[in-house]
């Protein structure tokens, strides 16, 4: 049996989310998928798993009431996520401000220029180092990969991310082309709106995240390390690591040897940290950094 990863989002006005929410779990459990889906007044963002004969009836399902939706296929399935997740928030992505976001038929208002893989090189190779690429992701996801030179936030969650813009450390960037990426496309979608509201004049977003530009260049392009995915797999790869292109960023919190694994520490549920580790460390001590000193 063949099984696959769905990974999706669609802005769009939504009248009643919990209708939508009640839909979208009744369809998810008819079909065996398992995953995390949220729905809000501003649309849907999901990532489910399952046989690949049932994602495939899951997309033709979503795709009849939200039109013009996009699938990311990736490898995986059922067994990388616990159980099955469908809620209705105030937001699908929590920045903290929902009423600030503005969403119409064609989707987010006022965000950033969507650029495809190939115009981002393009841009890159027009304007040089004048350009400036954005994470729009948390700092622990970064430390496996990102783009070359790339501003990385000191942020733990989305919701830092006002604060973060509205501290004047990124003034700088206010008059440069700043181009914000995250891995599917959809934070970057609020966040370059939230951007430009600040003043930031020209701003972009990857279209399709860095899945998009990581399926189109592998290791050749200016993406560097892994992909940080929030399932079982911890992180997954666009070209093979011992390719003699591919940059190894991700260093064992212990020992300092290079690795891209994602561990749960051992004191949860009293800590909730994930950390990098090589795997005779975390054989020898499967805590973070933090619990180790402690203990």
């Not at 009643?16 to 889906?37: K, S, T």
């Not at 105030?90 to 038929?105: N, T």
């Not at 496996?144 to 501290?167: Q, W």
């Amino acid at each position: 049996m063949t099984s696959k990863i769905l990974l999706y989002y669609k802005f769009q006005p939504i009248a009643d989310p919990e209708a939508v929410r009640l839909w979208q779990r009744d369809l998810c459990e008819g079909l065996g998928l398992h995953g995390r889906i949220i729905i809000s007044k501003d649309g849907i963002n999901g990532t489910v798993g399952g046989d690949i004969d049932a994602c495939k009836a899951y997309a033709r399902k979503t795709k009849e009431y939200f039109r013009g939706i996009e699938f990311k296929w990736s490898e995986g399935g059922k067994e990388d996520f616990p159980k099955l997740s469908v809620k209705a928030r105030d937001e699908i992505v929590a920045f903290g401000v929902p009423g600030e976001l503005k969403v119409d038929s064609r989707g987010v208002v006022g965000g950033g220029k969507h650029l495809a893989p190939e115009e981002v090189n393009e841009l890159v190779a027009q304007r040089g180092d004048e350009v400036v690429f954005f994470d729009g992701r948390n700092a622990r996801e970064a430390e496996i990969g990102r783009f070359k030179n790339a501003v990385v936030p000191d942020v733990e969650t989305t919701h830092d991310f006002i604060n973060e813009l509205d501290s004047g450390k990124y003034d700088w960037m206010k008059d440069k082309p700043v181009v914000s990426y995250c891995t599917g496309g959809i934070r970057c979608e609020i966040l370059s709106s939230l951007m430009v509201n600040r003043g930031f004049k020209e701003v972009y977003q990857i279209d399709g995240g860095i899945v998009r530009y990581g399926e189109k260049y592998g290791n050749t392009g200016l993406w560097e390390g892994s992909l940080y995915v929030f399932d079982k797999r911890m992180h997954t790869e666009f070209g093979a690591p011992d390719d003699p292109a591919y940059v190894q960023l991700g260093h064992c919190g212990h020992c300092a040897e290079p690795t891209n694994q994602f561990y749960n520490c051992a004191a949860e549920p009293d800590c909730r940290s994930q950390y990098l580790s090589c795997e005779a460390c975390r054989a020898e001590n499967p805590y973070c950094e933090n619990c180790s000193a402690s203990t």
